[in-house]
């Protein structure tokens, strides 16, 4: 049985850190010591601003996104081209997509991926909205289909493909196949195969 070697306060902060993507006890520990000797630094305004992304930040109703406006920055943004939507499955997809600089076109989060196993079905995901958004006079004359290349985003992409298929627009997907840089001797089985399905002239 472990013995407890600080207060409550700071267990709670530990047990928190924790919880968060990559951070593990061991990390949560180093990062709450480290927050804590520089409190005025760090701990202070971290807290302020966390205090204030709590209270500020809204779910966009068009796209799904996150911001501290409704609508979000990037649907409000006439500079962007609004035939094209891309879809992704989580805010973190968007952001790595706007980083990469790869488009500029507007965006639909999902929220997650089909999953019978989870007991995840389309009116649990942003999907409803995703069809209003390319119905009948709507400018959207692509919906490009950004989602993990897992048996749960292909089922996702499926359902989504099916469910415009009728709509006069182009449903195109991201190509899976080798990486710039990659080796095919280090790639997996089934990223050459999808390199290979999707070749191309060159």
């Known amino acids: 049985m472990s013995r407890r070697i600080t207060g409550p306060e700071i267990e709670r902060l530990i047990q928190l850190l ?16 480290h927050l804590v000797k520089n409190r005025e ?16 930040v809204l779910v966009c109703s068009s796209c799904g996104g996150i911001d501290t406006v409704d609508p979000c920055t990037i ?19 968007l952001w790595a997509l706007e980083r990469a600089g790869a488009l500029n076109a507007l965006y639909h989060v999902l929220g997650g991926t089909l999953s019978a196993i989870e007991g995840v079905g389309p009116d649990d995901l942003n999907i409803p909205s995703l069809i209003s958004r390319c119905g009948p006079g709507s400018p959207v004359k ?3 289909i950004a989602v993990n290349a897992t048996v749960e985003g292909q089922a996702t ?46």
């Open 157 to 202: 992409a499926h359902y989504i493909t099916d469910r415009l298929k009728d709509f006069d627009l182009t449903v195109s997907r991201l190509a899976h196949g080798v990486p710039v840089g990659g080796e095919l001797d280090y790639l997996d089985e089934g990223t050459l195969s999808a390199a290979m399905r999707q070749r191309r002239p060159f």
């Open 75 to 93: 649907c409000t943004d006439d500079r962007r081209d609004a035939s094209i939507i891309c879809v992704v499955e989580e805010v973190g997809d």
């Open 142 to 144: 692509e919906v490009i």
């Open 41 to 56: 630094k760090l701990l202070g305004p971290l807290a302020a601003s966390l205090k204030e992304t709590e209270e500020k």
């Open 18 to 33: 924790a919880r968060l993507p990559g951070l593990g006890p061991r990390s949560a520990r180093r990062a709450a010591l």
